[in-house]
C-alpha cells in the first residue's frame, strides 16, 4: 500500500495526559498537512510542512500542540495537557509539489480524551 | 467553513440526478475541490476546477465560476454507495493549504 498512513487510528486518552500521532506520506511527498476534524464539520487545517520546514501554524494550533518533520518524511504531531475539546479526528495529508492540486488523504487517527 | 456556504443535508434518489451547490468568498484563491467522505473514513478527491467552466468525470461533474465565487458538483446515476459527506474547498495561501465548507451530507434512498 503506497497510501498516507497513519498511526493509531484511535486513541482514547484521560484529560491532562500527553498523545502523539504520527504520519507517513507518500513517498517523495514532499509537502505534509495536518487537518482536523470534528463532528459535523469539514477538516481544518493545522500546520503544513514542506520537506523538513514547518511553513506555517493555524491560529487553532495553541501552544499545547507541537509537530514534527524531522528528516522531511514521517511527521508527528503532539498534544500535551490533552483538553476534552481537542477529541476529533486527526488527519494527515500529502501532495508532491507545489504544482500538483491534490492532496492525499490519510485514513486519520480518531482521538477520544475523557 | 471559513467563508465556503454549502447544505448541510440532501436527499435524493437511487438513479437520479443531485446538484449540490457551493459559494465562497476569498482574496487568495487558487483552485476549488470537490472531496467525497464517507462516514469513518478519509476525505477522497473528486474534483478540481481553477478556470470557469465544466469539468467532467464520469457520473461526477463540477462547475465553475470565479466571478460570482459559485461551485457546484452534479453526480449522475446516482447510486447507494454515493451516500456520503461532500466537501467542498478551495486552495489558497503561499502553502496551498485546504481551506473546508461544512459539507453537505448525501443520502441516497432506494
Known amino acids: 500500500d503506497t497510501g498516507v498512513s497513519q498511526d493509531p487510528r484511535h486513541k482514547i486518552t484521560k484529560r491532562g495526559q500527553n498523545v502523539t500521532f504520527r504520519c507517513d506520506p507518500i513517498s517523495e511527498h514532499n509537502r505534509l498537512y495536518w487537518y482536523r476534524q470534528t463532528l459535523g464539520q469539514g477538516p481544518e487545517f493545522l500546520t503544513y510542512f514542506q520537506n523538513e520546514a514547518q511553513l506555517e501554524k493555524s491560529r487553532l494550533l495553541s501552544d499545547r500542540f507541537s509537530a514534527e518533520r524531522p528528516k522531511g518524511s514521517f511527521s508527528t504531531l503532539e498534544i500535551q495537557r490533552t483538553e476534552q475539546g481537542d477529541s476529533a479526528m486527526y488527519l494527515c495529508a500529502s501532495s508532491p509539489s507545489w504544482e500538483s492540486y491534490e492532496q492525499y488523504f490519510g485514513p486519520g487517527t480518531r482521538l477520544t480524551v475523557t | 467553513g471559513q467563508n465556503i456556504d454549502q447544505p448541510t443535508e440532501m436527499t435524493a434518489t437511487e438513479g437520479a440526478i443531485v446538484q449540490i451547490n457551493c459559494t465562497y468568498q476569498?482574496?487568495?484563491?487558487?483552485?476549488l475541490f470537490w472531496y467525497q467522505q464517507h462516514a469513518g473514513e478519509a476525505p477522497t478527491f473528486l474534483s478540481y476546477?481553477?478556470?470557469?467552466g465544466l469539468e467532467e468525470k464520469g457520473r461526477f461533474s463540477s462547475f465553475l465560476s470565479r466571478s460570482k465565487g459559485y461551485s457546484y458538483l452534479l453526480l449522475k446515476e446516482l447510486q447507494m454507495k454515493d451516500s456520503a459527506s461532500y466537501l467542498c474547498?478551495?486552495?489558497?495561501?503561499?502553502?496551498?493549504?485546504?481551506?473546508f465548507g461544512t459539507g453537505t451530507l448525501l443520502a441516497v434512498q432506494p
Open positions: 474547498g478551495w486552495r489558497g495561501g503561499a502553502t496551498n493549504k485546504l481551506i
Open positions: 476546477n481553477v478556470l470557469d
Open positions: 476569498t482574496s487568495g484563491f487558487n483552485g
